[in-house]
């Protein structure tokens, strides 16, 4: 129904920044909320930052101030903006689409923060 494309994950140092992409496609119209979740090693998974189809936003304490979530709904693609990386936000990042009855996630894409 709904197919998530993720992108943009990488190898950066700390400081650095990133832009991570998902692109949905399918039955797009009823998608709600889209977010962004990383799972570290040995870590379950968390929410990162999730957006609206209205604008509202929601972070993680560890994240607010360093991360942006944004979506562009003509594309049907969310954007996360990474910056003042940590190693600490070393992780597999997910998307996650909401349609109101169902969850859609994308394949996962890898952000390794080291020097």
């Known amino acids: 129904q709904v197919q998530l494309a993720e992108s943009g994950g990488d190898l950066v140092q700390p400081g650095g920044s990133l832009r991570l992409s998902c692109a949905a496609s399918?039955?797009?119209?009823?998608?709600?909320?889209m977010g962004w979740y990383r799972q570290a090693p040995g870590k379950q998974r968390e929410l990162v930052a999730r957006?609206?189809?209205?604008?509202?936003?929601n972070y993680a304490d560890s994240v607010k101030g360093r991360f942006t979530i944004s979506r562009d709904n003509a594309k049907n693609t969310v954007y996360l903006q990474m910056n003042s990386l940590k190693p600490e936000d070393t992780a597999v990042y997910y998307c996650?689409?909401?349609?109101?009855?169902?969850?859609?996630w994308g394949q996962g894409t890898q952000v390794t923060v080291s020097s």
């Open positions: 996650k689409a909401v349609d109101g009855r169902l969850n859609y």
């Open positions: 399918g039955r797009t119209a009823s998608i709600y909320t």
């Open positions: 957006i609206t189809s209205n604008g509202n936003t």
